[in-house]
């Protein structure tokens, strides 16, 4: 499924290379498991052509035609609101949203056909579907807070809106602009949408989060934090201090004659990486994607064999010898 979407929906292998985005030079996803198990990638992608940040920023600043159509491209990619003319389906007298069979039907079966003469109306129809169906509307939950030590239920509205890690109710824009810190704000109506490309939300029917990382100092501090978190550890900290607790008392349970502080502090370190990667809780379907061979990435980047042992060697050789005694002996 990921190979098709790669290859079709973000043109990596069209003859032209376009996708929805444009010609896509790099990529790299990073697949994850949510607390039940379910997957999902956060994927980074790098345009053909595209400009730096600064040169982004100076080009809207100084070039109007550029400004113009770099705002309505951007508008055209990345959506925080449904599709003009649909109704709202929610339940008035609840004031919650639910997902009618009719939604549900959406994601189980196919878009509309192009040849249809009423092509654009189906469309339109069958993407608000999906986007109520995939619970593209943000709504507050337990997950918003969960690094909060406080629950959800004693929170008020207005705490719940300011709380919310996913930064939601975000603030209306109601025609893009870059603001004089040059971060490009994208037109939004509805407070509560997350970003999604009308494309690939009604092609892979699942909510998504789609960003720009945009213009001036804003978008180069943006695409730092999103390639840290792209890349991010996927152990707790609870996993690792119980893998570090556990690693210290199996070295004074031995007994082992350790030469020096540095040896025994490398041994610990040892342990406890291997006490963390024995306690990693894995889903069923990360058991499988792994016997399937699929990873837990996706790049079309190449990389060198990083040698650490070596580096860490010809960095410090007395800290680091070559032939290190690991094993307590001389």
């Known amino acids: 499924m990921f190979d098709l979407f790669l290859g079709t929906v973000l043109g990596t292998q069209r003859p032209d290379r376009r996708g929805v985005f444009g010609r896509i030079k790099t990529y790299y996803g990073v697949v994850e498991a949510q607390a039940r198990g379910s997957l999902h990638i956060h994927i980074l992608l790098w345009l053909e052509g595209a400009l730096s940040p600064l040169d982004i920023q100076t080009l809207c600043e100084t070039n109007e035609t550029f400004r113009k159509r770099m705002f309505e491209w951007l508008e055209s990619i990345i959506k925080h609101d449904f599709p003009d003319g649909q109704k709202d389906v929610t339940d008035g007298a609840l004031g919650t949203v639910y997902r009618p069979k009719r939604c549900m039907n959406a994601v189980l079966g196919r878009p509309p056909k192009p040849t249809d003469p009423d092509f654009k109306e189906k469309w339109a129809q069958y993407l608000r579907d999906v986007l109520d169906a995939s619970g593209q509307e943000h709504t507050h939950n337990e997950t918003c807070f969960k690094k909060l030590k406080i629950p959800m ?178």
Not at 223 to 236: F, G, N, Q, W
């Open 153 to 330: 239920t004693r929170l008020t509205a207005a705490e719940k809106d300011a709380l919310c890690r996913f930064n939601l109710p975000a603030d209306l824009v109601e025609n893009t602009y870059m603001d004089v810190e040059g971060a490009t704000r994208i037109r939004r109506t509805n407070d509560m949408m997350g970003g999604y490309n009308s494309i690939v939300s009604a092609l892979m029917q699942c909510n998504t989060d789609v960003k720009f990382v945009g213009s001036g100092w804003v978008g180069m501090a943006l695409s730092v934090y999103m390639s840290s978190y792209t890349a991010k550890a996927s152990l707790d900290s609870a996993v690792i201090l119980c893998a570090l607790a556990a690693a210290v008392e199996d070295a004074e349970s031995k007994n082992e004659p350790v030469n020096d502080d540095i040896e025994s502090s490398r041994l610990i370190l040892r342990r406890t990486l291997n006490i963390m990667v024995g306690r990693r809780e894995l889903s069923g379907q990360q058991v499988a994607a792994e016997i399937l061979g699929h990873g837990n990435h996706r790049t079309n980047a190449h990389f060198g064999s990083y040698y650490w042992t070596s580096l860490l060697t010809h960095a410090s050789p007395i800290d680091f010898p070559p032939k290190a005694n690991t094993q307590g002996q001389k």
